[in-house]
């Protein structure tokens, strides 16, 4: 049977995109920006920072960093930050037809 395993985002920076191939021995490569210079792996979770240590060993990588968003809090339901913020919706409340209406320029 198909076992899911718990996979785990890494950021690595290269001094050059020439390599790129080489980082798929690592993890696999989902995403990579020649402007940028950097590659997204996705590596096996329990894995994760003993690849990262091995990918900073090497030449052309210039850092790795592990992906912080499995420890973020990704639901959000209700209010985000202070519960007695002010809501957009309270300072502007749409009209009967549940928008605001736009202001008519005259042209030139």
């Given at each position: 049977?198909l076992?899911v395993?718990?996979?785990?985002?890494?950021a690595?920076?290269?001094?050059?995109?020439?390599?790129?191939?080489?980082?798929r021995?690592y993890?696999?490569?989902?995403?990579?920006t020649?402007k940028?210079?950097y590659?997204?792996?996705?590596?096996?979770g329990?894995?994760a920072e003993?690849?990262?240590?091995?990918l900073?060993?090497?030449?052309f990588?210039?850092?790795?960093?592990?992906?912080h968003?499995?420890?973020l809090?990704l639901?959000?339901?209700?209010?985000?930050g202070d519960?007695n913020a002010r809501?957009y919706?309270?300072?502007?409340p749409?009209?009967?037809h549940?928008?605001?209406e736009e202001?008519?320029?005259?042209?030139r």
């Open positions: 049977m076992t395993k718990d996979r785990q985002g890494v690595v920076w290269l001094y050059s995109m020439r390599q790129v191939r080489q980082l021995r993890g696999t490569v989902m995403y990579t020649k940028l210079k590659a997204l792996l996705y590596v096996d329990n894995e003993a690849t990262v240590d091995k900073k060993h090497l030449r990588v210039k850092d790795a960093e592990v992906s968003r499995p420890e809090d639901t959000f339901s209700g209010e985000l519960p809501r919706e309270d300072e502007f749409p009209n009967e549940g928008y605001e202001t008519q320029h005259e042209g």
